[in-house]
């Protein structure tokens, strides 16, 4: 499928030199010829920059933006704002997707007559080279916007992660990736899919997650991990008000994080939990205020309705400890 409308494929690039090759490569390779590649040096101090240069000079699909380093939203949008294609997709400098990969969403979103195509994907460990099916839509069909956010809040085969998806470029009319923020896909990928109206859901993996030590999601607790928390809450608030038939998957949503982002403290130990202990203390009571969830929601597995509630009660990171020194 060699005829048909323009993709851009937008890829963010900083300090990824072991890896870059791999997923241009693997863009390069695509079935689907009708591409425009946008890679974009956001001030990789490597030799990225000279890289993404090298690979433009072979191949005129490629356009290079440099640009002063400004985080992983800011390259999305700098190349968002320049593309040219009809269809956009993104991939992470450090993954790689499938051969078939544009070829298969955008078959489902002509045949289908969607804006938007989700697909699934492999997780790739860095230690051992396994590679295994992650998140999957089950089968192949149409679904409503307000359906996929329903699945995207609560991890149902889907979520919130740009890459395994192709949108109409009509999405991002007015939608941009907040600045200055890690878990970016969290405020943005539920208002695409709200704006979508309809939405192909594609039962095969096209993306290769590679899980990197070093990788934003990989790395020690810093105050950026807080803001997973900042954008369910702004998320909550939102369907509450627009969306209330999402309400429960929302609080879901804004749940898992609160007591991801408060397990994580815990087990992080001393200094963490010193360095932030207003932080810790705020986040603890907003839990609390969930407890009634916590107790009676469907939608959480026994694990986390029990972990959860033991950190409300401040016994998590002790029990944790115990059960560990007796093994």
């Not at 995207?152 to 907040?178: C, G, M, Q």
Request: net charge negative; charged share 25%.
């Amino acid at each position: 499928m060699n005829e048909g409308p323009l993709i851009s494929v937008i890829v963010p690039v900083y300090k990824v030199e072991e890896y870059l090759a791999r997923c241009v490569d693997s863009i390069l390779g695509q079935t689907y010829r009708n591409l425009e590649i946008l890679l974009v040096d956001d001030g990789s101090p490597d030799r990225c920059g000279a890289i993404c240069d090298e690979y433009a000079a072979r191949d005129s699909r490629i356009r290079v933006i440099h640009k002063e380093n400004g985080g992983l939203s800011s390259a999305r949008n700098a190349a968002i704002d320049v593309a040219r294609g009809e269809y956009i997709g993104f991939v992470d400098s450090d993954d790689w997707i499938e051969p078939e990969t544009y070829e298969a969403l955008l078959e489902m979103a002509l045949q289908e007559n969607v804006k938007l195509a989700c697909g699934g994907r492999f997780d790739v460990s860095s230690k051992t080279g396994e590679k295994t099916v992650g998140l999957c839509p089950p089968k192949r069909e149409v679904i409503s916007g307000e359906e996929l956010c329903g699945r995207i809040f609560t991890w149902d085969n889907v979520d919130s992660a740009a890459w395994d998806k192709l949108y109409h470029r009509s999405l991002f009319r007015e939608i941009r990736y907040p600045l200055g923020k890690i878990c970016e896909d969290i405020p943005t990928t539920y208002r695409i899919a709200l704006d979508a109206g309809r939405v192909g859901m594609l039962n095969r993996p096209v993306y290769n997650y590679f899980h990197r030590p070093g990788s934003i999601t990989a790395a020690g607790f810093t105050p950026k991990n807080l803001h997973a928390c900042q954008h369910s809450r702004s998320v909550l608030e939102d369907i509450r008000k627009n969306h209330p038939a999402l309400e429960k998957q929302a609080m879901y949503l804004h749940v898992w994080h609160l007591g991801h982002t408060l397990q994580r403290m815990d087990l992080a130990g001393g200094d963490v939990k010193k360095d932030f202990a207003a932080e810790y203390q705020e986040l603890l009571l907003e839990l609390r205020s969930f407890v009634p969830f916590l107790l009676t929601s469907q939608l959480l597995h026994v694990q986390e309705r029990l972990t959860w509630l033991l950190i409300c009660v401040n016994v998590y990171g002790p029990l944790r400890r115990l059960y560990h020194l007796g093994r």
